[in-house]
Every structure is written in structure tokens, then in C-alpha cells.
T-cell receptor, first 111, second 114 residues
Framework: GENVEQHPSTLSVQEGDSAVIKCTYS??????FPWYKQELGKRPQLIID?????GEKKDQRIAVTLNKTAKHFSLHITETQPEDSAVYFC??????????FGDGTTLTVKP | SAVISQKPSRDICQRGTSLTIQCQVD?????MFWYRQQPGQSLTLIAT?????????ESGFVIDKFPISRPNLTFSTLTVSNMSPEDSSIYLC???????????FGPGTRLTVL
């Protein structure tokens, strides 16, 4: 089955700095790559996604890049704010829409 | 988007008993899924709930332990049967309108088995 690796597991940055989280996957047939943010005690919420026919997508301070040849994609958060502190999960959609999630990255933004 | 609710939000159960979790979507979705999330860990897919037919289970999960129903396009249930303390976890349902599209998650059911 699909194997998704996410790095780093924890990330601490100063407010205003950038944060980058990377994921690699194994199934070359995967073609949908969402990122979820999960605050403590809350449900995962989609923050950005990218499909296999696009190399980069940006939404305000958040961007995702995809390299299908190398089978990796990354989340970029610029001008981080304390409210960005949360656990971030990448996911890869395989056949029939099933998702395999990365292990998560705990992001801490220090004021 | 879709709004997903779950009942109960939490429960404390005795070993050997069963609990049924309900998942309601406010609009029709094509796909519905059930996940388990241990504290501080990632989401693990239990099964895909198929409307009107048996659910499709992932490796390590079986129908006898986690029977799932999906009678229509907006509702599903997950039963955790013959519970043991190892079943203590958060159980989340999700829905998606298309196979390669955004998933919307329910708020989760926090289960504690004593």
C-alpha cells in the first residue's frame, strides 16, 4: 500500500519566520495531495490541496509545491503567526479516494 | 463544503461491551470513511463505508470487530464491538463528494474503555 513519510515531526519557529514541512509518498498513481491543520481537541481541517496536474498552489501565506517525479510535496507557511501553531498532516489520496496520512508535524510559533 | 456531526462526542465504556457511533452529513457525499486517531498520533483509516453494501476494511481491521453500516448517502454508523482498553481512541468519520477531493471530518468521538 501507500507509504507516506512526513518531516520534521516537530518544528519551532519565531513569529514572522517561514515554516516548511515535507512529505514523500510511494504510489506514483496518487494524484491528490491535501494538507490538514488540527488544533488540539479539534477535527482536521483542510488548509490547502494540490492535484497532480499542478506544480504549485498558493493561498495567501500558505503554499504547496509538488514534484511528481521525485514523489514529494511540501507545505510552506510564510510570516508565521502564533495562531498557526497546530499539528499539520499531509495526506495522499490513492485509488477509490482513500487517504493515507503522514505522521504529522507539530508546529510551534513563538511570539 | 459539508458539515458532519457525530454522536456521541465522548463515552466511557466497560470492557466487553459495544458502542455504536453515528455520523450524519448535512448533504449527500459519495464517499464516507471511518478513522481512528490515538492521542498525539496520526489518523489511521479503518474502513470505507459503502452505501447499501458491506464496508471495505483496511488491513488490521475486521468486520466482526468494527461493523459499519451506511444506509444512505448522508448517514453511517461504526460499532466498536467487545471493547478492550486498547480500543480507547478518538474515532472520526469523514465524507467526500468525489474520490479525489476534499474530505470533511466530523468532530470525533472520544472513547475510553475501562
Amino acid at each position: 500500500g501507500e507509504n507516506v513519510e512526513q518531516h520534521p515531526s516537530t518544528l519551532s519557529v519565531q513569529e514572522g519566520d517561514s515554516a516548511v514541512i515535507k512529505c514523500t509518498y510511494s504510489d506514483s498513481a496518487s494524484n491528490y495531495f491535501p494538507w490538514y491543520k488540527q488544533e488540539l481537541g479539534k477535527r482536521p481541517q483542510l488548509i490547502i490541496d494540490i492535484r497532480s496536474n499542478v506544480g504549485e498552489k498558493k493561498d495567501q501565506r500558505i503554499a504547496v509545491t509538488l514534484n511528481k517525479t521525485a514523489k514529494h510535496f511540501s507545505l510552506h507557511i510564510t510570516e508565521t503567526q502564533p495562531e498557526d501553531s497546530a499539528v499539520y498532516f499531509c495526506a495522499v489520496h490513492t485509488n477509490a479516494g482513500k487517504s493515507t496520512f503522514g505522521d504529522g508535524t507539530t508546529l510551534t510559533v513563538k511570539p | 463544503s459539508a458539515v458532519i456531526s457525530q454522536k456521541p462526542s465522548r463515552d466511557i465504556c466497560q470492557r466487553g461491551t459495544s458502542l455504536t457511533i453515528q455520523c450524519q452529513v448535512d448533504s449527500q457525499v459519495t464517499m464516507m470513511f471511518w478513522y481512528r486517531q490515538q492521542p498525539g498520533q496520526s489518523l489511521t483509516l479503518i474502513a470505507t463505508a459503502n452505501q447499501g453494501s458491506e464496508a471495505t476494511y483496511e488491513s488490521g481491521f475486521v468486520i466482526d470487530k468494527f461493523p459499519i453500516s451506511r444506509p444512505n448517502l448522508t448517514f453511517s454508523t461504526l460499532t466498536v464491538s467487545n471493547m478492550s482498553p486498547e480500543d480507547s481512541s478518538i474515532y472520526l468519520c469523514s465524507g467526500a463528494r468525489e474520490p479525489y477531493n476534499e474530505q470533511f471530518f466530523g468532530p470525533g468521538t472520544r472513547l475510553t474503555v475501562l
